[in-house]
């Protein structure tokens, strides 16, 4: 039964969260200050039968917020488990925390939402992509992902390549995660089951952009002949009328295309053998197509789950004219 106690602590839970949201860093970095997720972690450590429900989502909810954009937050989510007593383990951190509750069968998709929006905001620190990469997340993701493959977990996939795409933008992540094994296949995986629907293939395009900018990730595209030819597909689709409004549908064919961009950026073996199969061919014919309607439409609005081209560094944006295969573009 809820006692005032209760009450008043999801209260106080709610106040934050509220407070929290888009809030300037400097009043994030005084909630760390204040200690704030030390005592979030001593909640979600109570006894379930003390721990209400909406006392666990507001947490969570409350977390999420508290580490968007906020470096000290991401750090915390690492620093507070707080020092062993002699002869004990050390406390689990908050981070471990999440990713425990992530990864949960039976976790309801308005937890699942929440503790993917924390770790997708902790990928921005080093420290927090260590700790995770040494816990065995991305295996763990990507073994969760490859469950929903068969089609009917679309929220917990989405929620999935939201993490996976947010950790890209970062060198330290994105080098962990371009090593996970059978990584291409489970992404191929996801293509196919989820082959009409955009919020799986804009991501999954998206997340495939950025790890094709390393060296193993340019290797390991170029043999997955099953990615290479769904990229190669979303980025002929036909572009739309001058008239007609832009739609998710654009923003893949953007994505799929700034893969073959990013596998082809400083690699003349890359360009070779695209062009040996006729991808490059292809793909210049796409782009005359669309040069020739030259549609006039307004770029979609990105909402808080869109992921922008321009979030890694400006060494990597797209040199401008040329074509496909490099001429006058700067792509060799």
């Known amino acids: 039964a809820w006692g005032e106690p209760e009450r008043e602590a999801l209260r106080l839970l709610t106040l934050l969260k509220n407070l929290l949201h888009a809030a300037p860093r400097g009043l994030k970095r005084e909630c760390v200050l204040a200690k704030a997720p030390q005592a979030i972690q001593r909640l979600l450590n109570l006894p379930a039968a003390r721990l209400h429900r909406p006392l666990t ?20 989510m690492v620093e507070s488990g707080g020092a062993a007593a002699a002869g ?14 992530a990864l949960s069968p039976t976790l309801a998709p308005e937890h699942l939402k929440d503790c993917c ?17 040494k816990a065995g997340l991305a295996s763990s993701l990507l073994a969760m992902l490859d469950q929903a ?8 996939a989405a929620e999935v390549l939201h993490v ?35 919020r799986v293939r804009g991501p999954l395009a998206l997340l495939l952009r950025n790890l094709a900018l390393t060296s193993e990730g340019k290797v390991r595209l170029l043999g ?16 739309p009328t001058a008239r007609a409004p832009a739609t998710m549908q654009d923003r893949v ?20 053998e695209l062009r040996r199969r006729g991808v490059l061919t292809r793909l210049d014919a796409a782009r005359s197509r669309m040069l020739i309607s030259r549609p006039s439409f307004p770029t979609p609005e990105h909402s808080e789950r869109s992921f922008p081209l321009d979030q890694t560094n400006q060494n990597n944006a797209r040199p401008s004219g040329g074509n496909i295969h490099g001429e006058a573009s700067g792509l060799e």
Request: neutral net charge; aromatic residues 6%; contains cysteine.
């Open 57 to 76: 989502l507001e947490a969570y909810a409350l977390l999420a917020n508290l580490v968007a954009a906020s470096p000290e937050g991401q750090d915390a």
């Open 88 to 101: 004990l383990p050390r406390a689990p951190t908050l981070l471990h925390l999440v990713m425990t509750r």
């Open 117 to 133: 929006s924390i770790l997708a905001a902790c990928g921005a620190s080093q420290a927090c992509a260590t700790v995770a990469h």
């Open 149 to 156: 493959n068969d089609g009917s977990h679309t929220e917990r």
């Open 164 to 198: 996976l795409v947010k950790w890209s933008f970062h060198q330290t992540p994105r080098c962990f995660l371009v090593t996970e094994k059978g990584l291409m296949d489970v992404l191929a995986r996801s293509r196919d089951a989820f082959p009409t629907l955009e």
């Open 224 to 239: 997955s002949d099953r990615l290479l030819a769904a990229l190669l597909q979303d980025a002929e689709s036909p572009c």
């Open 253 to 272: 064919r953007a994505y799929s295309a700034a893969a073959f961009w990013a596998l082809l950026y400083n690699s003349s073996k890359a360009r070779a």
